[in-house]
């Protein structure tokens, strides 16, 4: 204990490392963290915070960085302002039940805020059904129909597979039959693997995530949390 104490005091700027430690003041120390255990809980929770920050600093290094393949890929279908000021990136899942329940909200956001755009990330990872819904989004943006699939897909009630996919693509409009040969466009495939890599590199682990500004947002979060970010999102100078 007394070595891992020494250790958390001085990294965590308690005691400083350059003075000269005689040998008595390691019993001394000893006695003191037995006497007060919360400095070592202090300690453990700067070393915590540090890191906390070191993390948070290098991710918006690296929104930075790949800011066009966040916010600006061709390939990923957009709704709300296309020239928006503000754009607000969702990794999703058509299966994943905390999606569902933030589509509502996600869908105010837009309709509330006339500069704002929103950009679709599929990033589908639970399993066969969600990669077939996800292929079959971005397969029905050659029709012209890709929102109203992708509010269709997420107002199913069950789990989304390749029948419901394919049902739910008819109930909307589309051609079924051209969905199917647009899916084998080797242009989806690619897509959903740029998402997969992009997520990986910004270490999201779950859906639903949000990106908007230099801020990774994870998990659901309600309406008034979203439009906090979007404000604030806004009022940052870029740079």
Known sequence: ?????????????????????????????????????????????????????????????????????????????????????????EFFDYNCPYCRKAAP????AVEDDPNLKLVFKEWPILGPGSEFAARAALASHKQGKYEAFHHALMGFSGRVSESSTLTIAGDVGLDVEQLKRDMEDPAIADAIARNRALANDLRITGTPTFVV??????????????????????????G
């Open 1 to 89: 204990m007394l070595f891992s104490g020494l250790a958390l005091l001085f990294a965590t700027g308690l005691l400083d490392s350059a003075r000269p430690v005689p040998s008595s003041f390691d019993a001394q120390v000893r006695q003191y963290l037995l006497q007060n255990p919360e400095i070592v809980v202090e300690s453990l929770q700067r070393l915590e915070n540090r890191r906390q920050l070191a993390d948070a600093n290098e991710l918006q290094t690296l929104i930075a960085e790949r800011r066009d393949d966040i916010f600006n890929d061709a390939a990923a279908p957009t709704a709300g302002n296309p020239e928006g000021d503000v754009a607000l990136v």
């Open 213 to 238: 500004g230099d801020e990774i947002i994870r998990g659901l979060v309600d309406l008034a949390t979203l439009q906090r970010f979007i404000t604030d999102a806004r009022e940052k100078p870029e």
């Open 105 to 108: 909200d996600i869908q105010q």
